[in-house]
């Protein structure tokens, strides 16, 4: 592995179509942002051939970040799909968005891949493997995800590989830091004026031989006497570790009886270990200098991915049931199965309209055919599953992305991917099958959205737009949740954070048109009496013709929380008929709905109509309504009008060292912690009870609370009384017209 000599294989700007399973990578790229992902992407396309020159993300020609956001902040923020071909072999590589607020673009892309690749920057030092980044690493562990490790931005200053590798081994090693280990070592040229070596090579450990870019060419040449040493004990470390993993059990004891293992055992060895998710190697990488035709690094990291990461043929698809659910036997990646087949992301194009991202695990998509879609999207953790929903649809273009472009496409094998246009209602997470037999996928899980955005459309011609826009917009991110909220007749985006936010308003307004001004985020405040009082409604108006007459009396104690309002009828005598009891009870009611304080609905009240009095010709309906709400008014303002705020579960899972930090910040909040848990190795769940005012921006807080680690969930529990001081402070602040989070 890594001495193999590869021709560019297809021309720049073309990607060959998958005939078999056997001959396709999915291949993810994970790390955090800034760590050269999108950067190794070019730098391998063009190893690959499939582009003529690599981009660069300062200056917005990268294949992967074509989006005009992307080219604005510099940075990838949705999952970009770029094949390549090495070897005979199509590579799926998948490039996703670093940042925390993307984090639904990188796990469309773990859905859709077999292997994945860490990317971590020597130059970010102790950030380069974030605490995101090893929450992805332990969730890919769990499933048996083959993944290697790539060291970025060791051409730059002040940059250690041996360090990196320390660090990686330590993180994601865990009790077995042998696991992860260097297939190579960097090379470094002469030092320049600033006293940096620039990377020009590696050596390979298990050929110990020399790859010298440094003219350009990828040249072999051994390693010079001095450095035998020292690439003697890495190399042995090596040695051992992947006969460790080895299936053969003599193979230990040939070594340590000093036998010599053929490279080429080793690295069957090697491939099969990174195939099965038992070994991790490092690698390093590095784009083309000035003239050059490859990169450095990136052939060694082809080779890699073609021989050591596994075919789709070798990875278990997700569990299929019917629409029932009725669980059927496992399915295997099979060209010629029944068709079954995944939307894993959802997009527009301003051209050919809406674009499913398509995962096909069993069976072939072919343009033309008539499909079943069955799902309801994905699941919103602590939020009432959606509506199923099933059609048959007739496929249209198939295409294959690369970057922004599409390149039409007949058919699309089992294991690979391709873009469907105008599919429909297809929702990311639906189930493609055969309408004769339709099936369903197991669903998968976003993160669920918890910073909210209030918005209001700037003007009357962007109101004409805004509800099919945000339609619209929450239908390409699963990760985005739109709210009408009833109590406080807001519009409300759920996002993940600040830059999705960001991003949210931006596609707005450049992709729809639509400018929007965001508002203060209004909580659901209730109001209650703190104690019983009584109050008389008149309505009595004579103005000629039929005049109105309703007078009403009633009694109104506080109830326990939860309670609602009960409404109790105790005349006698028919002082107010029977007919208008009805008509005293409905504007009660609407006057409650209404407030009587500060507009916040009036909840946990007893009201007992007690006496009354009426007009054979002049009461009415309607009367009777405004004096029932009348009477409510007049018994508020002989007592003392107590606020209620909403008060929220949530459970907040993060590192241990960080457990002190995250309670105190709760207490400073008015949260109450209700207890703590272990959750899994140096993980702690905190559960706390904290009122909503004081999380609206907490999705944010934890972040920065946790180094990017921690993350909650929260769900409503009850309404409770908010303090004097705090109240009196709302209350000036509805006065002055700002009521908001």
């Not at 094949?83 to 490039?95: A, M, S, T």
């Not at 995800?145 to 051409?155: G, K, Y």
């Not at 190399?235 to 992947?242: F, M, Q, S």
């Not at 499913?356 to 998509?365: I, K, N, P």
Request: glycine residues 10%; aromatic residues 4%.
């Amino acid at each position: 592995m890594g001495d193999k000599a590869h021709a560019h294989t297809g021309a720049a700007g073309r990607a060959s179509t998958a005939g078999h399973p056997s001959s396709l990578r999915n291949v993810v790229l994970v790390g955090h942002s800034g760590s050269g992902k999108t950067t190794l992407v070019e730098a391998l396309a063009q190893t690959a051939g499939a582009v003529n020159r690599a981009g660069r993300v300062e200056d917005g020609s990268t294949v992967s970040d074509h989006d005009g956001i992307e080219h604005r902040q510099r940075r990838s923020v949705q999952l970009s799909l770029v094949p390549v071909e090495w070897g005979g072999v199509r590579i799926n590589l998948l490039d996703t968005p670093g940042y925390a607020d993307f984090v639904g673009e990188l796990r469309a892309g773990l859905r859709a891949a077999d292997a994945a690749l860490f990317v971590v920057s020597a130059a970010q030092e102790a950030d380069a493997v974030a605490g995101a980044t090893r929450a992805v690493w332990e969730e890919c562990a769990a499933v048996g995800m083959p993944r290697a490790i790539v060291v970025t931005h060791l051409d730059t200053a002040r940059t250690s590989f041996d360090a990196m590798t320390r660090i990686c081994g330590e993180i994601f090693g865990g009790d077995d830091p042998d696991a992860v280990l260097p297939l190579h070592l960097p090379v470094h040229g002469p030092e320049g004026p600033d006293g940096h070596a620039p990377l020009t090579g590696l050596t390979g450990l298990l050929s110990q031989r020399i790859f010298d870019y440094s003219s350009g060419e990828r040249t072999q040449n051994p390693p010079a006497e001095d450095q035998q040493g020292a690439l003697a004990d890495a190399r042995n470390r090596l040695i051992e570790g992947i006969i460790a993993e080895s299936e053969d059990e003599t193979l230990m004891d040939r070594y340590l009886d000093g036998a010599d293992i053929d490279v080429k055992t080793l690295v069957d060895d090697l491939e099969r270990a990174v195939a099965r998710g038992t070994f991790h190697p490092v690698l390093t990488a590095a784009p083309a200098t000035e003239g050059a035709h490859q990169g450095i690094g990136t052939v060694e990291l082809l080779d890699l991915i073609t021989g050591g990461f596994p075919t789709p043929l070798e990875r278990p698809l997700p569990a299929v049931t019917t629409l029932h659910g009725d669980p059927l036997p496992a399915l295997g990646c099979d060209a010629r199965g029944p068709l079954v087949a995944e939307v894993v992301k959802t997009a527009s194009d301003p051209y050919v309209g809406r674009l499913s991202l398509v995962r096909v695990f069993s069976g072939t998509l072919r343009s033309d055919d008539t499909v079943h879609v069955f799902g309801h999207g994905l699941t919103d953790p602590g939020h009432e599953a959606r509506p199923f929903h099933e059609s048959e649809i007739r496929v249209g273009a198939l295409s294959s992305p690369f970057g922004k472009q599409q390149r039409p496409l007949t058919e699309c094998v089992a294991g690979d991917l391709a873009c469907v246009a105008r599919l429909g209602t297809a929702e990311t997470g639906d189930t493609l099958s055969d309408p004769d037999h339709p099936l369903l996928m197991e669903p998968w899980t976003m993160p669920d959205p918890l910073l909210p955005l209030a918005i209001e459309a700037h003007s009357k011609a962007d109101e004409d737009k805004l509800s099919e826009s945000l339609a619209r917009l929450v239908a390409e991110d699963p990760t985005m949740r739109l709210e009408q909220n009833q109590d406080t007749h807001q519009v409300v985006l759920w996002c993940l954070g600040e830059a999705h936010l960001d991003v949210a308003l931006d596609r707005l307004r450049s992709r729809y048109g639509v400018q929007v001004d965001a508002v203060p985020h209004r909580v659901a405040l209730r109001e209650t009496f703190a104690g019983p009082s009584t109050g008389r409604g008149r309505h009595v108006k004579q103005s000629g013709g039929h005049g109105q007459y309703a007078i009403c009396e009633i009694d109104v104690e506080p109830l326990p929380p939860g309670s609602g309002i009960e409404f109790i009828d105790k005349v006698v005598g028919g002082s107010v008929p029977r007919q208008f009891i009805p008509s005293v009870e409905k504007g009660i009611r609407t006057q409650a709905a209404r407030g009587v304080a500060t507009g916040h609905p009036l909840v946990d009240l007893r009201v007992t109509l007690r006496d009354g009095k009426s007009h054979s010709v002049d009461s009415s309906d309607a009367a009777f309504q405004t004096a029932g709400a009348l009477a409510l008014r007049e018994a508020a303002a002989d007592t003392r009008i107590q606020l209620l705020e909403p008060v929220a579960e949530i459970r907040v899972l993060v590192p241990d060292d960080c457990v002190g930090q995250v309670m105190s910040d709760l207490s400073g909040r008015r949260g109450r912690v209700v207890g703590t848990e272990q959750s899994g190795p140096g993980r702690t769940l905190v559960r706390a009870e904290v009122p909503e005012l004081e999380i609206g921006r907490y999705a944010v807080d934890l972040r920065s609370l946790s180094h990017g680690a921690g993350r909650f969930d929260r769900t409503y529990t009850r309404h409770e009384a908010m303090p004097t001081q705090l109240a009196d402070r709302m209350r000036e602040q509805q006065h002055n017209g700002v009521n908001g989070t």
